[in-house]
Structures are given as structure tokens and as C-alpha cells.
């Protein structure tokens, strides 16, 4: 069994900075991670991901060179440095594991994924 706790959510001006993080507890050897988000009215959307067993990162178009994902291998915990939030980055943050090692297409695709999170709330005000 995998758990994800999340953590680093809140309330930042535009143009600011928030560093998500999300630690994973149980099998996670060889596994992908990423971080979707939810606004509200709107479908669960890619965000980025990552794999465990490489450095391989594959972000959605919207927030490429803006946010950056890593990953603490010893501490099993992956981060999300969002930076020039815009409010349209406003949602709920979820971090997702799968135990298999996806292809960039697959990383994108939230049915591949075995575990969520609970989510943490992030809000951009203008």
C-alpha cells in the first residue's frame, strides 16, 4: 500500500512563488509520480511528472518554464516549484503515483496512475 501526503498549498499574489511538496510512503521503487490540478467547474488536468528510476520530467504546455518538478529519492519526496503564478493556476494540487514506469504520452493520462493524494489547495489572486 502507497501513501501520499501533500503539503505546501496557499494563498500568493500573481507573479509569486509556492513550493509544493508530496511524500510518499510504501513501494515506490521504479515507480512515475506527477502533479495534476482541479479548478473549480473544471476537469482534473495534467500538470507535470516524473519518474522515479531517472531524471526523465515532461510538463503540460501552460506552465512549461514556469513550474519545475524534482524529486528526494532518499527522503521519497517530490516537489513542485511553481513561480510566476498566474491566477489561472487557482486549484486544488493533487501529486499521483504510478508503480509502473511511464512514457512521456503516459505520464499525461490520469488513469495511469494507482494513488492520489489528498490534494492541497492553491489560490492566485490578481
Known amino acids: 500500500q502507497v501513501q501520499l501526503v501533500e503539503s505546501g498549498g496557499g494563498l500568493v499574489q500573481a507573479g509569486g512563488s509556492l513550493r509544493l511538496s508530496c511524500t510518499a510512503s510504501?513501494?515506490?521503487?521504479?515507480?512515475?509520480m506527477a502533479w495534476f490540478r482541479q479548478a473549480p467547474g473544471k476537469e482534473r488536468e495534467f500538470v507535470t511528472g516524473i519518474r522515479w528510476s531517472g531524471s526523465s520530467t515532461y510538463y503540460a504546455g501552460s506552465v512549461k518554464g514556469r513550474f519545475t518538478i524534482s524529486r528526494d529519492d532518499a527522503k521519497n519526496t517530490v516537489y513542485l516549484q511553481m513561480n510566476s503564478l498566474k491566477p489561472e493556476d487557482t486549484g486544488v494540487y493533487y501529486c499521483?503515483?504510478?508503480?509502473?514506469?511511464?512514457?512521456?504520452?503516459?505520464?499525461?493520462?490520469?488513469?495511469?496512475?494507482?494513488?492520489w493524494g489528498q490534494g492541497t489547495q492553491v489560490t492566485v489572486s490578481s
Open positions: 499521483a503515483l504510478s508503480i509502473n514506469a511511464l512514457s512521456d504520452s503516459a505520464l499525461a493520462d490520469h488513469e495511469n496512475y494507482d494513488y
Open positions: 510504501g513501494r515506490t521503487f521504479s515507480s512515475s
